[in-house]
């Protein structure tokens, strides 16, 4: 069993969901996790923790590519209709506030 984080985000939010997932294999950086939530969403193994209890935290970040751009939802609809079905699939929302990171920039 392991603790899975995934980070949702859009040019204005950002939403950091968890949940309790059995691995056969605990995923390794690099790695790609399929989430079945009303659709399958691939999502990059970003980091990897494991703590001395033999627990592990297993982390699901925003998508980098190879030029620095992260992949953000372009619409906020699309976003929030993921964020139910991952709800509704049994992920929990511990945390959304605003996206100051992103800067739209000419």
């Known amino acids: 069993m392991a603790t899975i984080d995934i980070y949702l985000v859009t040019k204005e939010t950002i939403v950091y ?3 309790e997932m ?3 294999r605990i995923p390794a950086v690099g790695e790609f996790v399929i989430i079945d939530a009303g659709g ?5 193994v970003t980091e990897v923790v494991h703590d001395v209890d033999g ?7 925003v998508y980098e590519s ?3 751009e992260y992949e953000v939802y372009e619409e906020e609809s699309d976003f ?5 079905e991952l709800q509704k699939a ?5 945390s959304e506030t605003s996206n100051t990171v992103y800067k739209n920039e000419p």
């Open 17 to 19: 969901l968890t949940r």
């Open 22 to 24: 059995s691995f056969e």
């Open 40 to 44: 399958l969403l691939p999502h990059e």
């Open 55 to 61: 627990s592990a935290r297993v982390v699901l970040g």
């Open 66 to 68: 190879p030029n620095g």
């Open 80 to 84: 929030r209709e993921d964020v139910a």
């Open 90 to 94: 049994g992920w929990t929302i511990a």
